[in-house]
């Protein structure tokens, strides 16, 4: 009795052991049957990057300038004389060419200062005239004169030979005597007067070529009642209105000269000796602009011989090489200036170029950096593009195109596709 209990009392002990025993045993069998997974062996990152294919070329660095149009032949018309506005036959706008007439002045009062101007002329050549008959006169009165002072002279004689004889008066002496001396007094002043002749032609000479300048401009005046264009060109503004007074020196209309337009534009401080050397070797400079879908084509004429205050850099003239467009005074143009090309140039994408001057070169799928001089810019199609040289690249090399922030040499990259247009 006492055995089958103690066996009920073990057997509460043995059987949770068991089947612990068996659960750790099947534990350890599942855990010993499962598959191993393969090990993951890290690999390096390949970037996705694209690339220009680079090509040797002699390339003209280009810079885009803002123009502005204008002319050295722009002028503002004034009045010469003083009078009323008749008519203005031109409107503001309007193309006019050189000879057609602008705006025309009353004449009636130039008319009259003309008529004094000339009468003044015709008055001096009557006393030319009557100088030169006096002066013949005086040479025959001279000799009148003459002839009359040996007749007094020897009249003068006899009367004091009668008077040494007491056979006179000795009044009548003295009335010889003061005839011989008015007849002396008079030959002096008829041979001065015959003396004067040239100074007082001279004299009427001088009145009269003033005279006549007065008469020139009088004339003038009169022709510049009819104010007429100096120039083919276009009218841009019209300061008067017909049956206004103007005085001398009023403005009456304002043009400017369509035919020799210049384009205004500043070429930056770094690319100035550029332009002067390819002056002075009598080589132009050639720019062009777009206008209404057409190119046309500019050269450099001259540079300016100042630099204004605060610019960074000295305003080039550029005038056009063919036919100028229609284009007006003062409009804005976008200007595509060609510089004097460099040999052994290469062209790339702007996102080519990091830190300035180094761009990465792909060899193998890894990058390279190599150091170049950028030395301007070119626009094809509308995009820029970078020209740059190295004598560590050469045609046939790979460059990277794409901006990577962790670009440093031996990256590993993984070229997409070539830029397009490289």
């Known amino acids: 009795m006492a055995s089958s209990r103690f066996w009920l009392r073990s057997k509460r002990f043995v059987v949770p052991l068991v089947l612990i025993g068996l659960t750790v045993l099947l534990i350890w069998l599942f855990a010993s049957l499962r598959p191993t997974p393969p090990e993951k062996v890290a690999e390096e990152r390949a970037w996705p990057v694209r690339v220009t294919i680079l090509e040797a070329d002699e390339l003209s660095p280009q810079l885009r300038l803002l123009g502005r149009v204008e002319t050295p032949y722009s002028s503002t018309l004034t009045s010469s004389v003083t009078a009323n506005v008749e008519a203005i036959p031109v409107l503001e706008g309007q193309e006019v060419s050189a000879g057609e007439l602008i705006v025309a002045l009353d004449e009636t009062e130039v008319k009259l200062l003309l008529a004094q101007r000339q009468a003044e002329v015709d008055e001096l050549l009557a006393q030319k005239e009557t100088e030169k008959n006096q002066y013949q006169a005086d040479q025959e009165f001279v000799e009148r004169e003459q002839e009359l002072v040996a007749i007094t002279r020897r009249a003068l004689e006899r009367e004091q030979s009668l008077a040494e004889s007491n056979l006179t008066s000795r009044s009548r002496t003295d009335q010889a005597r003061q005839a011989l001396q008015s007849a002396e007094l008079s030959l002096i002043s008829r041979r001065l007067a015959v003396a004067n002749h040239n100074s007082r032609l001279q004299s009427l000479d001088a009145r009269l ?79 062009s602009v777009e206008l209404l879908g057409k190119t046309h084509e500019l050269n450099l004429h001259r540079l300016s011989g100042q630099v204004n205050a605060g610019a960074g850099g000295v305003d080039a003239l550029f005038r056009f090489r063919e036919q100028l467009p229609a284009i007006t005074l003062n409009r804005t143009l976008d200007l595509r200036l060609d510089l004097a090309p460099k040999a052994d140039t290469f062209s790339v994408p702007v996102s080519a170029l990091y830190d300035s001057s180094t761009v990465y070169r792909i060899t193998d799928g890894r990058l390279e950096p190599v150091e170049v001089s950028p030395v301007g810019d070119r626009f094809d199609q509308g995009s820029q593009r970078l020209l740059i040289q190295s004598e560590e690249l050469t045609s046939g090399d790979r460059l990277l195109t794409t901006q990577l922030p962790n670009a440093l040499r031996g990256l590993k990259v993984d070229v997409i596709e070539p830029e397009p247009g490289a």
């Open 209 to 287: 070529q003033s005279a006549r300048a007065l008469v020139d401009q009088a004339t003038m005046d009169l022709e510049s009642t009819r104010v007429k264009a100096p120039f083919d060109g276009v009218v841009t503004s019209i300061q008067v209105s017909p049956g206004e007074r103007v005085r001398a020196g009023e403005p009456l209309v304002a043009l400017y000269a369509t035919d020799r337009l210049e384009v205004r534009a500043q070429i930056p401080m770094r690319w100035v000796e550029d332009a002067r050397q390819a002056l002075a070797a009598g080589s132009s400079l050639s720019a």
